[in-house]
């Protein structure tokens, strides 16, 4: 059995999951997953939401195990809280350098073939220890508000000459890692807990003309106007539903959710996977309203696969990944501008129980169960090739 290290970019128990929270579940199946904790690639503000999360990982890296667990933790898994200072420049690596290593002491004195499953490329160094390394990029990092470009640069350029494999989850985040000089790129897209979404689906009869967005809502990623007009179309015609986070990934979005609160939208909060399959299974549409910037060029959205295996339609701005689905899934409507509200008439129509049934076929092969044996065997594969 090997020993897996997976450097995160988020929390385990971030208010959602993502592709990192998946995969390491996915291979804790077969071998023993060590998931180290963001090391904090966005720069700190002296915001409250930034002190507390601080003033959280502090306790956590302290021993503090008080607070209760928000996602399960995989049987072969452990989570570990490194502290480390949230700067990857001169100064503070030899210090992160240190700290990192000692949070790591098991996995780097292992006998077992150690392996390191990076989402980040800021490593410490932590590549020359393993056997095998495995680079999964779900994002184009360097372009995100906050983030220390310089260090993600430097990481992917000492990182592509130590990778067995990257993976890219996007076409402009393989295309990126080519360029980067990556020998070998996988283009796995991101997937969703189909399953989950699919039993809690609900017939037509009990469906309602309900708009969802579930994920972060932050001026990062949104396009705000198209929201703003989504929630005015649907007035006295349907209800536009939010659930997720306020500005996970830093910054503020409450004066954002009250001007979408006046125009009559309703922040649902943060659901756990199981309720929020409940929601989308009543609900008619499913909203992609992100702004085409340099960032979300790069993103393969899960929710697509959420969205579809809950039985919705999908209404998304012209993100690369999702036009690309949209291509081969005619459930899968892009549309930008006025052209976006102007479409939610025709996808709130009541529609028969086999048109439902038919989306959530669209999806069945976009789960995590079959990409997670995919993930093992490649694993599993690169262990064979390295010894």
């Not at 954002?256 to 909060?269: F, K, P, Q, Y």
């Not at 929020?276 to 393969?300: H, M, Q």
């Not at 409507?333 to 129509?349: I, M, N, S, Y």
Request: hydrophobic share 45%; aromatic share 6%.
């Amino acid at each position: 059995m090997a020993n897996v290290l997976m450097l995160g970019t988020a929390e385990w128990d971030s208010p959602i999951a993502t592709n990192q929270h998946y995969v390491a579940r996915e291979l804790a199946v077969s071998t023993k997953v060590t998931f180290v904790e963001s090391l904090g690639l966005r720069r700190p503000r002296l915001s409250r939401d930034d002190l507390v999360r601080m003033a959280g990982r502090v306790r956590k890296a302290v021993g503090d195990r008080e607070a209760p667990a928000h996602r399960p933790r995989p049987a072969n898994a452990q989570i570990v809280s490194p502290l480390v200072v949230p700067l990857h420049r001169t100064p503070t690596r030899p210090i992160n350098r240190a700290l990192l290593r000692r949070a790591t002491a098991d996995w780097l004195t292992s006998s077992r073939p150690r392996v390191l499953w990076t989402f980040t490329p800021v490593t410490y160094g932590l590549e020359e220890a393993a056997d095998v390394v495995v680079y999964h990029c779900v994002d184009l990092l360097a372009t995100f508000p906050g983030v220390d470009g310089v260090a993600v640069a430097r990481g992917e350029r000492t990182l592509s000459t130590r990778t067995a494999v990257a993976i890219a989850t996007s076409t402009a985040v393989r295309d990126h890692l080519v360029a980067a000089g990556f020998p070998r790129v996988e283009l796995l897209p991101n997937v969703a807990d189909v399953s989950v979404f699919t039993a809690a689906s609900r017939p037509a009869a009990e469906r309602r003309p309900a708009v969802l967005f579930s994920g972060n809502l932050t001026v990062h990623k949104l396009d705000m106007r198209l929201l703003e007009s989504v929630a005015t179309a649907l007035r006295g015609h349907g209800e536009l539903l939010l659930a997720g986070p306020l500005a996970a990934g830093g910054g503020s979005f409450d004066a954002e959710l009250r001007r979408l609160e006046d125009l009559g939208a309703r922040h649902v909060g943060v659901l756990t996977p199981d309720r929020l399959a409940e929601l989308a299974g009543t609900c008619a549409v499913g909203l992609i309203p992100y702004e085409i910037n340099d960032y979300t060029r790069g993103v393969s959205p899960l929710k697509c696969f959420e969205y579809l295996s809950s039985g919705l339609a999908v209404l998304s701005t012209p993100l690369p990944a999702v036009t690309e689905l949209a291509r081969t899934n005619p459930y899968v409507t892009v549309a930008e501008g006025d052209d976006f509200p102007a479409r939610l008439p025709d996808l709130l129509r009541p529609v028969p129980d086999t048109v439902l049934d038919d989306r959530m076929a669209s999806a069945a092969a976009h789960g995590w169960s079959g990409r997670g044996a995919l993930l093992r065997e490649l694993l599993e594969s690169e262990l064979v090739g390295g010894r």
